[in-house]
């Protein structure tokens, strides 16, 4: 951590107060506006910290809206226009220690009735964001070239500063570090709030003269970033300051820029990180919008965005695929937006939530229960959650399994219980919820049950890529630790799930690369086999990559969901039948909601029990995920057991043969 963030952390107070997460410091919120005064808890200390919130309606066109804690609540800024600060009273009302409140909002801007709504929160954080305010002094020294420099807290040279006046009207000015300077003296400027390219305003001193102390404007920049006697905010944003996470050394904000190349494959950007949040603005050509994603909408892989552009009011655009994200950064997919041949762009890139699960309660990573009768448009499945992957089946009668995940077109699932490419439907879709999985269709799911997840390192990921083509391809993903458990699945033809397991596999041994797989399922109830080469057994895996062997298909569409232990919540692990009651300690406190077992040296189906369904000392009901049959309600073959559970007496071969062999998950 560099010694300026140090210091400004202790004067903060945040000075052996442990780690920060992205987490801590920006949220992306979505809800949907009642009309009446309501708080936004999204976990972010505004009251505390100080910080800014951008909202936006979704539904319709309507400005976005901008407020920070430096000039005040209800004094809002539109980043698409050019007008000064005004007052609102009904709109954003107060700044929290856990997010903010907002009012009745009879403008539609904030919280208008049935309206839907994204909200992006910045925290003040060195080393992620800053915001000053300031007074315009004009040329008060005389002579050419002269410049102001102004103090700020960033700790860090800024990536990219945004300025407008709020004492009247005037443009919103970008600087960013990876424009090139204008001349000898004066910054290349762009702005937020129109399709203009950079360059001709002088508003800012060189690129060389932004520093971790200051920022620096031309003083003599008349009708832009300092004019006398009107008042300013510029909101700072850092770039690739490695002072976050478990150990401090990784960066959660990155400012940088590209060049397009007019290909339908994309420019791919590293990042280091998976991101959340993406704003890009072309910076060589003027004309074109400036797209802003994130994850939460729908920042997806191989589909259709859901998009806002800073500079227009429009409602939310999903009719393009702007940007792709990956594991270590994104790709710019669009030749008629983002990729233009030649053109040069610049964006601002915030990490994927960080905190590790081990922060967190089991409910808060993991939910399970029956559907919900709901009209269009009303919450299916419910969790405390944004849900990140979602597994659902009928448990009565002949049915598809369903997954669902982030990373894809919220409408688009797989099936487990079959090798068939990935389809889409519009029902059980929406993953645009903080609460849960929305409909877009009327749909009666009490019939149904649902398993969902939240990716966080340590226990669950998700990973989108593409076959090489070559004899292996090395899978980046944040998992942070060395999966036990991967699940493979190719999405755009028909392929077998390959299922790998850490712990029946040895490192730099043909049984490296086992796998339970059968060409003719979807989940095998074969054995595991250890002689194919799907998985690498030259190279074993990380906690930032895997590599993935026989993958000759070029530009093959892959998904794998990755799964490690975390103490108290989670368990990947074996057991060796006895015939009799057996015990699997799992490490919990309060038995298992979530059990998933396999046989492993002999033919047997994919298990699950669950805690909604019955994990009790009488009859258990179970599901086979490599199978559309309805769920077995009348046998008696597992028993709760605080620390795990246990495996009865009456429980078949496929799950207690004496000597055999078996792998579990298992979660609290």
């Known amino acids: 951590m560099s010694a300026a963030i140090k210091l400004l952390k202790a004067a903060a107070g945040n000075a052996g107060g442990g780690p920060v997460y992205v987490d801590d410091v920006f949220s992306t919120f979505l809800y949907k506006g009642n009309a009446s005064s309501r708080t936004i808890t999204n976990g972010i200390d505004l009251s505390g910290q100080g910080g800014m919130v951008w909202t936006k309606n979704r539904t319709q066109a309507r400005n976005h809206s901008l407020y920070d804690t430096a000039r005040g609540a209800t004094k809002r800024l539109v980043p698409d226009g050019d007008g000064q600060e005004l007052t609102y009273t009904d709109t954003l009302t107060a700044f929290n220690s856990d997010g903010f409140s907002v009012g009745a909002d009879g403008s539609l801007f904030i919280n208008a009735n049935n309206e839907d709504y994204a909200s992006w929160t910045f925290r003040k954080q060195p080393g992620f964001f800053d915001i000053v305010t300031y007074t315009g002094t004009g040329n008060t020294t005389g002579g050419s070239p002269q410049w102001r420099e102004i ?4 700790g860090t040279a800024p990536g990219m500063i945004l300025i407008k006046k709020t004492s009247g009207t005037g443009n919103w000015f970008i600087w960013h ?11 290349s400027t762009g702005f937020l709030n129109t399709t203009s390219d950079f360059g001709g305003y002088s508003g800012f001193q060189t690129n060389a003269n932004q520093t971790a102390t200051h920022f620096s404007l031309r003083q003599n920049s008349s009708g832009q970033t300092n004019d006398s006697g009107d008042t300013y905010v510029a909101y700072l944003f850092a770039h690739d300051a490695q002072d976050f996470g478990t150990d401090e050394d990784e960066a959660i904000i990155k400012c940088g820029s590209y060049t397009g190349n007019g290909s339908s494959s994309g420019v791919t950007v590293d990042l280091g990180f998976e991101p959340q949040w993406l704003f890009v603005k072309m910076s060589s050509h003027s004309g074109y919008y400036s797209p802003l994603v994130d994850s939460m909408r729908g920042f997806i892989v191989g589909g259709n965005d859901a998009t806002v552009w800073p500079n ?9 695929n702007y940007l792709d994200p990956t594991s270590t950064g994104f790709i710019a997919t669009d030749t008629n937006n983002t990729n233009l041949s030649g053109k040069s762009y610049i964006y601002v890139a915030i990490r994927r939530p960080h905190k590790p699960a081990s922060e967190f309660a089991a409910t808060d990573l993991f939910s399970l229960g029956m559907g919900l009768n709901a009209s269009a448009g009303e919450k299916v499945y419910s969790s405390t959650f944004p849900v990140d992957f979602v597994l659902s089946k009928k448990p009565s009668g002949t049915s598809d399994w369903y997954v669902r995940d982030r990373l894809r077109p919220f409408d688009n699932y797989l099936n487990p219980n079959d090798p068939r490419a990935a389809s889409s439907n519009t029902y059980e879709n929406e993953l645009d919820h903080m609460d849960g999985v929305y409909t877009t269709s009327a749909s009666n799911t009490t019939t149904w049950m649902s398993w969902l997840w939240k990716r966080a390192p340590g226990f669950f990921d998700v990973v989108a890529y593409t076959g090489s083509g070559s004899g292996s391809t090395v899978v980046k ?24 397991a850490s712990a029946l596999s040895g490192a730099g041994t043909a049984q490296a690369n086992g796998n339970f797989y059968t060409s003719s399922q979807g989940f095998s109830n074969g054995q595991y086999y250890a002689g194919d080469t799907q998985f690498d057994n030259v190279t074993p895996p990380t906690a930032t990559e895997f590599t993935q062997g026989a993958l000759k298909t070029s530009s093959a569409q892959y998904m794998i969901y990755l799964f490690a232990s975390v103490a108290g919540i989670s368990k990947i692990g074996t057991y060796t039948g006895t015939g009799s009651d057996l015990n699997v300690d799992c490490g919990f406190s309060a038995g298992a909601r979530f059990v998933l077992i396999k046989r492993i040296d002999a033919t047997g189906d994919w298990y699950v029990y669950d805690s909604v369904r019955g994990i009790v000392a009488g009859n258990d009901p179970y599901i086979f995920v490599n199978s559309n049959a309805g769920g077995v309600t009348n046998t008696d073959y597992i028993d709760p057991l605080s620390s795990g559970f246990t495996i009865t007496s009456s429980a078949p071969a496929a799950l207690n043969a004496s000597s055999g062999e078996y792998l579990f998950l298992a979660i609290a």
């Not at 570090?177 to 910054?187: F, K, L, M, N, Q």
């Not at 227009?312 to 393009?320: F, K, L, P, R, T």
Request: hydrophobic share 40%; aromatic share 12%.
């Open 312 to 320: 227009v009011a429009d409602a939310e655009y999903s009719g393009a």
């Open 477 to 500: 993903h944040n998992l942070g630790v060395v999966p036990e458990m991967v699940w493979r699945k190719r999405r755009d033809a028909s392929q077998q799930y390959y299922i790998w």
């Open 151 to 154: 103090s700020h807290n960033l």
């Open 177 to 187: 570090r990876s424009v090139a300077d204008d001349s000898a003296y004066a910054a």
